[in-house]
DNA sequence: TAGATTGTTAATCGATTAACAATC
DNA sequence: TAGATTGTTAATCGATTAACAATC
């Protein structure tokens, strides 16, 4: 209410970089750090650190630049990062396994209370602290548990069923990967979708655009 | 040279997304659609999908609409699906796997050639139709393929390393996923980066943003 | 004080949306 | 022809960059 304009969506995408940067330097004991050092260090214009900065209060000193600490202590603020939103996994093949072991969930937000998977084969298994259990207690686990974020790694062909289904429990915020967009479908839910495949077509493009340099 | 205005990057990137659903409305045996329809499937509004369309030529009619296979064609031809890139995956963890299992590479402009790990668990299983060789002998495979873009699925700690022996080798096109970001060192690559935990953070920011409100 | 560097305003640039004439 | 829908221009919006006064 004090000094806080309101952060636009094109800068909060891009705090999490800068918080991978400064915590970087952070553990690295540098304190302090101007616009123009980081950057060279980042690829952002100096001028727009700036600007994207200011726009959650004034962390900088003139003549000095900015102090590490502090920033990435504003940015963890910002983001949210103190908190742990309960979550669960959904499909606990090479895909989710990767993710469960190894994503640092308590670091981005989030606890992982739960993996589900509907093969006996993985069914008992333990992945990233939790021991996988059959899909179809995901209805007895909801009412105790009250997750408020799924991760779908499934096959495409199966998100649409199983997003509605989680839905309908009552869950309204979803990390996805693959192809189906949940939140055309249900508007009310917070979506982050990775679209793996899309990122790999516009690596093709450009690839493609650098063989032929000009058209 | 005709009537080709040139493409902006944030044209680009809803090309995947613009493919995505029109190839699904082609299988469907949809054989045209308006702006309009297609811009309640999508979400994107229909003046922005005619000024998309529009800067790669005129594939509309005035009163009729779109038609789809020869719009994905068209896209399918700016993207550069059809190429082959020859690639190459580094890291046969879960993630590996998953990858190089089920990524439709063929579909996407590349074509997997070859899978490496150092672990003498892995090596010697197949994955997505490659046996899995031992790192070490990768500057003998570059000799002999010339693979031209690389996939990165190795712990954070290695990509500064493991980037570069690839950069020495002269692979000059990586599918990073993590931290590190590999075109700062090498100005001369094309990257794209999956930075899980960037997305990660960012639904906690929309999480954060949606229990608030009001601020 | 002199030098450095921010905070902030103004200028620029690009992308999105609105509107409508062209035309199927 | 009448209706529909594109192609395209103009208006709007927002994000980035440049510039410089404020100030440590």
Known sequence: MQKKNLVSMSVVRRLPRYYRFLSELGK???ARISSQELSKKMGFSASQIRQDFNCFGGFGQQG???NVPQLCEAIEEILGLKQQHRCILIGAGNLGKAIAGHMPFNQLGFQLIGVFDNSPQVIGQKVGGQTILPYGSIGAFYQENHPVMA????????VEEISDQLYSLGIRSFWNFGHYDISLKHPDTTVENVHMNDSMMTLCYKLAAKNKPQA
Chains 1, 2 share one sequence.
């Open 28 to 30: 690295g004991g540098v």
């Open 64 to 66: 000095y630049g900015y």
């Open 151 to 158: 991760i779908l790694c499934i096959p495409r062909e199966n």
